[in-house]
């Protein structure tokens, strides 16, 4: 009988919506020895929160997030909160002794992350930010085959991460579905919404990166705010691209931005290496694509992986081979791989101690592009 993990969540949007439905499908096809209990929901429109309470069936409602971590049936808070406010609850939260997951990025800059990482070690609590593509089978194939050397040497890394939903001029900033154009709340634009995720799997898959040098633009340069109804400046970097150098030895080559027309989310990355390459896409997500230098000359070519095999990471808990899963399990395989370290009494990858590096490669973007120069990370 799995033992009931107590979650407190915290804001209740899209991100809301994607972590409930992990929490309540994970036990349905994981074996853990935690079963996570949608408890409480926080969010400050009482009428709202009721109500998306009542559709994913919380327990309660909170309106005060302070109240919320202060409850003692709470073992966990999870932040889906607009990102200014992941440094002031994950900091209370811990020193309240609760596990915190966090949506990511995991802050504002790296002095909020770097408070954030000192207050749950501080703590001793259990701690993630939720990088979920990691957990895209895929991926974590693309990392399995780059752990087990058959790349060779790491030459060049390349991602891109498109969309195109803020072309309008017309459209606002600020407020609930759109605080992601507004730098108060959000911080950076797609550096740190888009180009996060980017950098995070770079890291898993390929090492530190250890210098930067970068460029952003903003389009559309105002914005009626819908907070304060005015049209105020817009802060936030609308496209962003870099160079950089890995440790490794390796050079990257990144692109993010939100004026792509005819991109939605279109996340790829490429690795090349001396033996072979990978290539992954976001919109053909049960993919992997690998090519083999070594095998022979007159079969030799790009392989198209479906995978799907129950031999491949987390497929042996969904359908049969041949069947794919998508975007939504992605955060059901973070909760179980959370859940599962919890029994065992080790950190859940990327912790915000690791999660830290990722907002340091986001700031020495962010400088390099503003100074014109090489920049350190
Ligand atoms: C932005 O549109 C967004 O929702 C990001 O905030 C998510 O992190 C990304 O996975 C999809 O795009």
Redesign the pocket.
């Known amino acids: 009988m799995a033992k009931p993990l107590n979650i407190g969540l915290i804001g209740y949007g899209?991100m809301g919506r994607t972590h409930s439905n992990a929490y309540k499908r994970v036990n349905d096809f994981f074996d853990l020895q935690y079963r996570p209990t949608l408890k409480a929901v926080c969010g400050r429109d009482a009428e709202k929160v009721g109500e998306f309470a009542s559709q994913w069936q919380y327990e309660s409602v909170e309106t005060d997030w302070k109240a919320l971590i202060n409850r003692d049936d709470i073992d966990a808070i999870d932040i889906c909160t607009p990102n200014n406010m992941h440094a002031e609850i994950a900091i209370a939260a811990a020193k309240a002794g609760k596990m915190v997951l966090c949506e990511?990025p995991l802050s504002m800059d790296v002095e909020e992350g770097e408070r954030m990482v000192a207050a749950v070690a501080e703590a001793g609590v259990a701690n993630t930010v939720w990088y979920n593509y990691r957990r895209v089978p895929a991926v974590t194939l693309a990392k399995q085959l780059v752990d087990e050397g058959r790349l060779g040497r790491i030459f060049h890394y390349r991602a891109q991460f498109l969309?195109d939903w803020t072309i309008d001029a017309a459209l606002p900033q600020g407020g609930a579905a759109l605080w992601?154009l507004d730098a108060g709340a959000a911080g950076s634009g797609v550096t740190g919404?888009?180009l996060a995720?980017c950098i995070d799997t770079a890291i898993w898959l390929n090492g530190s990166i250890q210098d930067v040098t970068a460029m952003t633009e903003t389009f559309v340069k105002e914005r009626m705010h819908n907070l304060t109804g005015q049209v105020e400046k817009v802060g936030i970097d609308d496209a962003c691209a870099f160079l950089c150098h890995f440790e490794n030895g390796s050079l990257g080559l990144f692109e993010s931005t939100r004026y792509a027309r005819g991109h939605k989310?279109l996340y790829t990355f490429e690795i090349n290496g001396e033996h072979g390459s990978l290539r992954w896409d976001l919109h053909d997500l049960h993919r992997l694509e690998y090519f083999d230098h070594r095998e022979e000359s007159i079969i030799r070519g790009w392989h198209d992986v479906h995978v799907t095999d129950g031999d491949m990471p987390y497929m042996d808990k969904w359908w049969v081979p041949g069947l794919q899963i998508g975007y939504e399990h992605t955060f059901v395989h973070q909760v179980a791989d959370f859940l599962e370290d919890l029994a065992a009494g080790r950190p859940t990858s990327p912790t915000f101690a690791e999660a830290l590096e990722t907002q340091k490669v986001c700031q020495a973007v962010l400088e390099s592009a503003e100074k014109t120069a090489w920049t350190f990370v």
Do not use: I, M, S, W
């Open positions: 899209f990511k969309q992601r919404d888009l995720h989310a």
